[in-house]
């Protein structure tokens, strides 16, 4: 049942001129993997796609794990104010948020640049490494802290061994959904790259949107199967990076 809806997809991108009403496509061809791999812009935007997620997850962990970090720890009444507006993109849409620093980003040349579409990819994905970030805390014990502290354990120790690996099941969590959201960003990518950062989302909307649905649904199979083996890469990497970090000598 999972696959069902799959199904049309794969027949979609192998027809040949599949027509309303049809059961199953009279006449199949390869044409349409065929023009998408052989097409430049198609691997141009599967590099910039796996670019600017990636990074956009690394910062967001970095960002995040202090910011968790923070509301975990603090005791104030204005906890609830610093909340909101960390967690705002979730409620206020990311687009409304670009459309107010648009002007400034022209400003200050981050427009039609991968800086400025990495930095504006950020806004709907952090608060989400975030939470998933903050969740891990919930689960840690201050005293933990507060032990290795008194025990002679440096701030750079303590977050290396102590709490990092605590945090490794939010790390997972977040930076795949980071990935995911950034590898599906259009409207934010288009806005702020100008046309001049291509990602596969941006070339595969025209497609869909033009009644071009062989080559659309090429460019959606294999978009779902980038998705699928970028985030794999990752989690395999962070993994790696983190076993290596949190590894006591």
Not at 69 to 92: D, H, Q
Not at 124 to 148: D, H, M, N, W
Request: overall charge positive.
């Amino acid at each position: 049942m999972i696959l069902f809806p799959f199904i049309p997809l794969v027949l979609g991108s192998i027809s040949s001129g599949w027509r309303f009403g049809e059961i199953l496509p009279p006449n199949y061809s390869m044409d349409g993997y065929e023009y998408v791999l052989k097409n430049r812009s198609t691997w141009i935007g599967m590099g910039y796609n796996l670019s600017i997620a990636y990074i956009v997850a690394i910062i967001n962990l970095f960002l995040a794990i202090p910011a968790a970090r923070f509301l975990f720890r603090k005791k104030s009444r204005f906890k609830g104010i610093y909340m909101v507006i960390l967690f705002a993109p979730l409620i206020v849409p990311p687009l409304s948020s670009v459309l107010g620093i648009h002007h400034s980003m022209i400003i200050y040349g981050l427009t039609d640049n991968l800086l400025g579409v990495i930095l504006v990819n950020i806004i709907p994905s952090f608060p989400y490494v975030l939470l998933s970030l903050y969740g891990s805390f919930k689960g840690f014990s201050k005293r933990l802290e507060e032990s290795a502290l008194i025990d002679g354990v440096s701030r750079i120790e303590m977050y290396r061994y102590i709490i990092l690996p605590m945090l490794i099941p939010g790390i997972l969590i977040g930076s795949t959904i980071s990935i995911l959201i950034s590898l599906s960003e259009y409207i934010l990518t288009l806005l702020i790259g100008g046309g001049e950062i291509i990602t596969l989302p941006i070339l595969m909307f025209p497609y869909l949107s033009s009644g071009d649905k062989i080559v659309g649904s090429v460019y959606a199979i294999l978009f779902i199967l980038f998705n699928i083996v970028g985030i794999l890469l990752f989690e395999l990497g962070i993994r790696f990076a983190l076993k290596k970090i949190t590894k006591v000598r």
